[in-house]
């Protein structure tokens, strides 16, 4: 008896009740995201991709509650592009700046780092997004037009549970996307053509585009069903 009533204070200090636990459950079921944030970056070498502007986004997260997390989700963003005229000489070929609007619809892929728990609330995350954009036209006279086009989003983040059906939610991602260039920005301007050795042109290289980066911030809030 006196071996059974000392284990007993031993096996009690085992473990960590429950409610003192640092971790919570995420509740199950799914949860509806309004999101805000912008959009900035260079629009890429030759400065001609969307950036600087505002994004609205709503989404769906699936399965909220496991390590992963499926989403689906449409935004919008009211950015700006630089103008280029390829037929100026070199330090007038950047001829402005017009709107550029775009609309996209995504699904996103979430890894939760604490799995299904938050961690005094907290639920750290990193994921990818993948979805389809489309931008308004501008009327570009050189020919340029970014078009429809297919896009990835590397994405790190976290939510910060509020109750069990509330959260708030900071990410910071990187639209990546392909910008196609008119063939006429690899020639030489008129107003100032220059050699092989000293290039005037926009694209002097010729390529028929690039991958560009346009990163963003966004920051949300979120109720679960």
């Known amino acids: 008896m006196l071996g059974a009533s000392s284990l007993a204070p031993l096996s009690a200090q085992v473990g960590v009740p429950p409610e003192r636990s640092p971790f919570r459950s995420i509740r199950p079921g799914s949860m509806f995201e309004l999101n805000g944030g912008i959009i900035g970056g260079s629009g890429g070498p030759l400065h001609a991709g969307p950036r600087d502007g505002n994004v609205l986004g709503l989404k769906i997260l699936l399965r ?39 609309v996209g619809a995504e699904a996103t892929f979430q890894f939760n780092l604490t799995g299904g728990k938050t961690w005094r609330g907290v639920a750290p995350y990193f994921g990818t997004g993948l979805g389809v954009v489309k931008a308004g036209d501008t009327n570009d006279q050189a020919g340029y037009d970014f078009g429809t086009k297919f896009y990835f989003a590397p994405m790190i983040g976290t939510r910060v549970f509020v109750g069990h059906r509330m959260s708030l939610r900071a990410e910071a991602r ?33 390529r028929s585009g690039q991958y560009v980066v346009a990163p963003a911030l966004t920051i949300g809030i979120g109720v679960a069903f």
């Open 174 to 206: 990187a639209f990546t996307w392909k910008l196609k260039y008119p063939s006429t920005w690899s020639l030489e301007p008129e107003a100032d053509p220059g050699t092989a050795e000293d290039p005037h042109a926009v694209n002097p290289t010729g």
């Open 64 to 102: 909220a509650n496991s390590t992963l997390s499926l989403g689906f989700g449409l935004w919008g963003s009211d950015t700006r592009r630089t103008i280029i005229d390829p037929m100026k000489a070199p330090g007038q070929q950047e001829a402005g700046e017009a709107d550029q609007e775009l």
